[in-house]
Nanobody, 124 residues
């Protein structure tokens, strides 16, 4: 089992940047495919990005491709989401997810573990 704790959210102006971090507990972090999802008020949770447990493959939602970068640092049990050129429509609670030995997936049901989320607000 793994516990996930997100940090790094906040308020930023449109065009700005934020880096989210997700710290995972346990000694088997390197065996988990990690993902980021987000949920805006009144909307369903949507996929943002994922990185394979081997770390060599990534997959992004079209809405963030070219602006967001997911990465991981296994030695620190941490996955990151670098968000650049932020837009007001990026405003949401961002959630970190994990799936042991999982394949890359944009489906929320694919992931077994979720963090509590961190709020990102982008002002226009």
């Amino acid at each position: 089992q793994v516990q996930l704790v997100e940090s790094g959210g906040g308020l930023v102006q449109a065009g700005g940047s934020l880096r989210l971090s997700c710290a995972a507990s346990g000694r088997t972090f390197s065996t988990y495919t990690m993902g980021w999802f987000r949920q805006a008020p009144g909307k369903e949770r949507e996929f943002v990005a994922t990185i394979s447990w081997r770390g060599g493959s990534t997959y992004y939602a079209d809405s963030v491709k070219g602006r967001f970068t997911i990465s991981r640092e296994n030695a620190k049990n941490t996955v990151y989401l670098q968000m650049n050129s932020l837009k007001p429509e990026d405003t949401a609670v961002y959630y970190c997810t994990a799936d042991q030995y999982g394949s890359l997936s944009s489906l929320a049901a694919h992931y077994d573990y979720w963090g509590q989320g961190t709020q990102v607000t982008v002002s226009s």
